[in-house]
């Protein structure tokens, strides 16, 4: 090259030019640029030659000249031009193509078209060749594709800052993938897939990549509460009915399918109680007492009668199947069913004609099923008691609601007998969780009079369901549960009464287990047994139901044996699964119950350990009814009776500390 040439060459990503002074060795020569800086430049360095005779001083005026000519869309022309014949161009070639006249400068501007180009033409030696027709169309797509995808970030970005603002939003199609990408991230942390929308969205708002930041950014976006429920959305418990499981369960309310039990047996004469908590939506049980002719006393359990509604495989109970269970939480229930007909049609509505499943039993005198049938019938619900309304009329023993007396003495006979047959009861205190308007109130549930007389009625109905089906061989899921190997008693005896020997018998129980092969349920005492009183919200008990009335009106069986058997599996998976939720969900609101109460001191008792070695225990928190972990710093035994202060409580990451009392009194005065 001689003195004088002008040349391109990159620095870094830049593109720079600059004008040859002198050789530099054998390979290298000094260049300085239009800010008067030296280069050394290998000849590899050097990307294009502009020659000519040139000072430092006329780059700027040259790339000034050269402006007008840089418009990309001029290549379309070029290439439209050259793909005909698949002929290659050089920048200077081009430059005539484009400008007529391949003067220096339009042949670098030819150079930087080219060079910059990545939809037209591809680089091959030192000629540029057109791309193939396809190729540019598909390349095109890519490029409009990526525009539109940036378009859509900085649109998101923009709704994001205005979000955070506290500006109102309304977010768009195109943002969904994004914002479930947070959620994701926020919900299962390093465990998500495809995170890397989150990443970048949490990069670009300068906060940390973690799943703890996700969650706080979806907060202050106003998509999630400061207490979402992360252990059900890591479920695969569905929240929303999907529009075409509405749109059936609103056709049933409007135009009501025929009920394939036509001749129910009409029981509307019968006094019938339901008894549930007054929060309770879902009525799926009451009962009935009546005197025959010869003072035997008949005892009537009525159970909902949901598959009045649906039919094996429907919508409704593909649905049903799908959910397993109705889910109880804090903040509320996810139902099993549509709520309009799980609280409408399907429930024993108090002054309605329902239809039911009814179990009538006559018990001997000691409590043992003495006689017992099964009918599907039409009952109508005389009384919508609570446990509280119902245990205050045994308590003043009124004398016009003589029926329920006599069911509550058949329940205290029913419970002897079954623990002369080897029931196993076991006494621990449940606390009911409610949380309205951000309040939370726990209430520690009584083991009361009423309670037991349902628990009681209900277990017969299960006992009198299992009975049916082992006489007649049908397959429905049977609960059954091993028996248990028991402390001796001994051994119990030297623990105190009460909730820490109860805690100490309920480690051993084993769980219950489902099967189409009936056997002995331990801790109930019985040698048969099934769930059947709560069909609107137990899949297993819809199971039974099914089968049991199907074969009352002598037709085929919906379900078979290897039917029940795999429905079984399913049931008994999503069951545990919605348990855990559950269980999970109670906790943290728990938890977080106790923070906003840390400056209350808490009667506790000392139930068991948990790692002894470590110092770890069991407590009840007696007035919530709560079992909670502590680490002791003093010895204690089972029993012993405390009071504890939360030195520090955690919801989210699942922490409770507690520090007692008198202990750190005492400490304080030594």
Known sequence: MEKGTLVEFRLGSERRLAVVERPEGKKHWIATDDRGQSHTLHPRQITYEVGGTYKPTDITPFLKAIQPYLDPSNLEIAWELLAEDGEAADPAKMALLLFSDQAPPLSYAAHCLLSEDKLYFKLKGDRYEPRPQAQVSELKHQLE????????????LARVEESLAG???????????RLDALERFATFGEEATHRAPALETLLHLKRSETSQAAFQLLVEMGLWSAHENLALRRSQIPVHFPPRVLDVAHHCLTSPPPDLNADRLDLTHLKVYTIDDESTLEIDDGLSLEYLEDGVQRLW?????????????????????????TLYLPTGMISMFPAELATGPMSLVQGQVCCALSFS?????????????????????TYRLTYDDVDEMLELGVQAESELEAIARWAKRRQAWRQSQGAISIHMPESSIKVYNDEITIQVLNDSMARQLVAEMMILAGEVAARYGQAHNLPIPFRNQPQPELPSEEELLQLPSGPVRSCAIRRCMPRSELSITPARHASLGLDTYTQVTSPIRRYSDLLSHFQIKAHLRGAPLPFSAEAVKELILSISSAAYEAVLVERQTNRYWGLEFLRRNADEIWDALMLRWLR???????????????????????????????????????????????????????????
């Open 612 to 670: 002894e070695h470590e110092n770890l225990g069991l407590v009840l928190l007696e007035d919530l009814g709560m079992e909670l972990p502590m680490r002791f710093t003093r010895p204690v035994t089972p029993g012993d009776r405390l009071e504890l202060k939360v030195s520090h409580a955690d919801p989210r990451q699942d922490i409770i500390h507690f520090q007692e009392m008198m202990y750190q009194e005492a400490q304080a005065k030594s």
């Open 167 to 177: 500006k109102p939003v309304e977010w768009q199609p195109s943002d969904r993938p």
């Open 361 to 381: 039993v006559i018990l001997s005198s000691e409590g043992a099923v003495q006689d017992y049938s099964i009918y599907a019938s039409l009952i109508k619900a």
């Open 301 to 325: 359990i009525h159970i909902a009668d949901p598959t009045r509604w649906l039919l094996p495989g429907d919508e409704l109970d593909l649905e049903a199947r799908r959910r397993i269970t």
């Open 145 to 156: 594709m990526e525009a539109q995808r940036q378009q859509e970030w900085q649109s998101f």
